[in-house]
């Protein structure tokens, strides 16, 4: 998220149905995942801002949306995940990650309960193809399901921020909003078609996530724009998602690490039924992890980036794997795996800054939590 110049458009990356709109208000264009994506409108810190204090409208259309549907949705589910699907209610989110024999992770991704033999799976844009590849693998002979990629029939905007309630009220939903119970989701009429929104998103801020065909994209849109919504791009996506500790694939997480080391523990259901990496889950969850992903804050002047070394008495003890100034407060934060004796909150380490070493602590996370 560093990057500063702007590019030439490359015809091999994907664009969002809503790529007009951002060119229309000026956005900075970057390579994403395999997309072209807006990482700026106004300015990252500008867009930080304004959800954290009012809100803000991102297009989150590189995401990966797969329907899962059938009497075996479930089983199939529950094989490719380490979160027991079974236990959602219809018209019920979790997030859940998906791993290797190892335990590696393959990626994390939230996953929807539609209704009793519907699913919707969300994931990361650098692993959609995989991940969809990964999932239809494991169908077993006589497994009546099917995989449907609705990605690229479909728009997909995330509204976040303390005014995102009233504003898709206003909008979008009508009452509607107010009956979304917490990590829930429901379809709904928008535009004449069929839509989705859930109580979701990437920022540490309440909000929703909406999906609606790619042809109606535009206009949700600018309904949501021309009701105070600030557009915000990629940039500061990542410095929101930082401040509430939120892991990014490829950075924080990936197939070197376990859900228990990275946190994620939460999100492993370790019972009887069986699903890939779970062996080797409970092995670790036996056995204890030998490192922690923690949170890093700074006290001194300084930005932390990922893959900055990490330091206890001059000797490397991790790297940072996403770091970066918090307009929130005020000072530089980072994540990094280090020592299990090292993770305690409070404990004193260091950051290599291109030389310079940068004094952090071990803190409680996440960095930041909206109030009730």
Not at 31 to 50: D, R, Y
């Amino acid at each position: 998220m560093d990057r500063e110049e702007p590019i030439v458009s490359d015809a091999s990356l994907k664009r969002s149905p809503l790529d007009a709109e951002h060119r229309r208000l000026g956005a900075k264009m970057v390579p994403f995942a395999g997309w072209e994506m807006p990482i700026q409108f106004s300015g990252i810190i500008e867009e930080h801002n304004a959800v954290r204090h009012r809100v803000g409208v991102f297009d989150v259309s590189h995401m990966g949306r797969l329907i899962v549907t059938g009497p075996d949705a479930a089983a199939l589910l529950r094989r490719a995940l380490t979160y027991n699907v079974r236990r959602l209610e219809e018209w019920q989110a979790h997030y859940a990650v998906m791993c290797r024999d190892d335990g590696g992770i393959i990626d994390d991704l939230l996953v929807y309960r539609m209704d009793a033999g519907r699913f919707l799976v969300v994931d990361n844009a650098s692993n959609a193809d995989s991940d969809r590849d990964h999932i239809a693998g494991l169908v077993e002979p006589g497994m009546d399901v099917t995989l449907d990629d609705i990605q690229q029939r479909t728009a997909m905007v995330a509204v976040q921020g303390p005014e995102s309630s009233p504003l898709l009220a206003e909008t979008v939903t009508g009452t509607l909003i107010q009956a979304l119970p917490r990590h829930g989701c429901m379809e709904f009429e928008l535009l004449g078609s069929n839509a989705v929104i859930a109580q979701s998103g990437y920022t540490g801020e309440a909000g929703c996530e909406i999906i609606t065909d790619a042809g109606r994209g535009h206009a949700l849109w600018e309904a949501l724009l021309a009701a105070r919504a600030k557009p915000c791009g990629l940039g500061a996506r990542d410095t929101l998602r930082l401040e509430a500790a939120l892991p990014l694939y490829g950075n924080d997480i990936d197939r070197t690490a376990n859900p228990f080391e990275a946190g994620l523990g939460w999100a492993v259901d370790l019972d009887d039924e069986p699903f890939v990496g779970r062996e080797a889950l409970l092995r670790v969850r036996e056995e204890g992890v030998r490192r922690r992903l923690v949170c890093l804050q700074a006290s001194d002047k300084g930005i932390m980036r990922s893959g900055f070394p990490v330091l206890r008495n001059g000797e490397t003890v991790g790297r940072v794997t996403s770091g970066g100034f918090s307009p929130t407060l005020g000072t530089s934060i980072g994540m990094a795996y280090v020592p299990l004796e090292l993770a305690e909150v409070g404990t004193s380490l260091e950051v290599d800054v291109r030389g310079r070493p940068l004094p952090v602590t071990v803190v409680k996370r996440p960095f930041y939590k909206r109030s009730n």
